[in-house]
């Protein structure tokens, strides 16, 4: 029998702006009945691919941790009282390979990444007695997103699928199985998850 209770809303918001986070959650209370999220899966993501750090403009890394670590921060702090109050909770940062030094782009993906696991392990030491668990998962060379640049720039990087041990890429499938895994596994907290095909 389907819940009639349950309503789901979308929202549009620029998740590096710090007023449009505090009103996107003013509008989730609103329409949830002063509730909060029971699970933040922080998936926004940037990545320009600049390999030389000489030609990487002071800009371009200030928007890279605004987006994929800054978000993540502004949407944990604003979850995490509710989480608390509630005694659950489940948060999920998306990170990458790069953030343990692989990958196939510029030092600022690469630390804005590492910024979201040093986060991550940070707030699971800390909510753990809460009962809200932190994880990230961190995926290799995912296909199908639009985000892999066309062969010949991955030849001889671990992007290259003549390196990953399994021979292929990764799926968006297979990265939603280990968020769903993670938002069902109460016992597992602090742990980065390399989704890699075997790459180290």
């Not at 600022?108 to 668990?133: R, W």
């Not at 998962?137 to 699928?161: C, H, Q, R, S, Y």
């Not at 003549?162 to 939603?176: D, K, M, Y």
């Amino acid at each position: 029998m389907q819940d009639s209770s349950r309503q789901v809303t979308s929202h549009r918001v620029d998740v590096s702006n710090a007023h449009d986070i505090a009103t996107l959650y003013e509008q989730i209370q609103s329409l949830h009945e002063q509730s909060g999220p029971d699970i933040l899966i922080s998936n926004a993501g940037y990545g320009k691919r600049i390999l030389n750090i000489v030609d990487i403009p002071l800009e371009e890394f200030e928007k890279m941790i605004q987006v994929n670590l800054l978000s993540s921060f502004l949407l944990s702090k604003l979850a995490v009282p509710y989480m608390v109050s509630q005694q659950w909770g489940r948060i999920i940062f998306m990170s990458s390979i790069a953030g343990i030094g692989g990958g196939i782009n510029g030092c600022h993906y690469a630390a804005s990444k590492a910024g979201l696991s040093g986060m991550m392990k940070n707030l699971a030491t800390k909510l753990a007695h809460d009962g809200v668990t932190v994880n990230d998962v961190a995926p290799a060379m995912i296909g199908d997103t639009g985000m892999i640049p066309d062969a010949k720039f991955l030849e001889g990087t671990p992007g290259d699928v003549s390196n990953i041990p399994v021979g292929r890429l990764g799926t968006p499938q297979e990265c939603a199985n280990v968020v769903m895994m993670l938002c069902k596994t109460g016992y597992m907290t602090g742990q980065s998850i390399l989704l890699a095909g075997g790459l180290k």
